[in-house]
């Protein structure tokens, strides 16, 4: 699975639409840190195929980085049973997520 993009329009169907554990990732086009991350986040998709994985553009969607208190990308928020369980700033490695997944799933 890769990551299913969201925006505010979508993101209460997508991410909060059932209980089930999803992560996602926050960032934008220009942003560096959030470009060197996505390989190791598609490595970790292709090999987690049951986990939903969601990415936002903080620049397309302004008023959902708003929502949740965004200043600063890549940011990475895991939802369980519709709630945000944990939010880490800053790139994230392959292994980072699976630690994420182990601990909160």
């Known amino acids: 699975m890769s990551m299913m993009p969201v925006n ?3 993101f209460e ?12 990732f926050v960032g934008a086009e220009w942003c560096g840190h959030c470009k060197a ?3 190791g986040v598609m490595e970790f998709s292709a090999e987690n ?5 969601c990415y936002a553009d903080a620049d397309e969607s302004a ?3 708003e929502r949740f208190g965004i200043t600063s990308i890549p940011v990475t928020l895991v939802f ?3 709630k945000e ?3 880490k700033v800053g790139a994230l490695s392959k292994q980072d997520l699976g630690e994420i ?3 909160y799933r």
């Open 8 to 10: 505010t329009d979508s």
């Open 13 to 24: 169907k997508e991410v909060l639409g059932d209980d089930s554990f999803k992560m996602m």
């Open 37 to 39: 991350m996505r390989p």
């Open 49 to 53: 195929p049951d986990i939903k994985l």
């Open 63 to 65: 008023e959902l980085a």
């Open 80 to 82: 369980k049973d519709k």
């Open 85 to 87: 369980v944990l939010r």
């Open 101 to 103: 997944v182990k601990n």
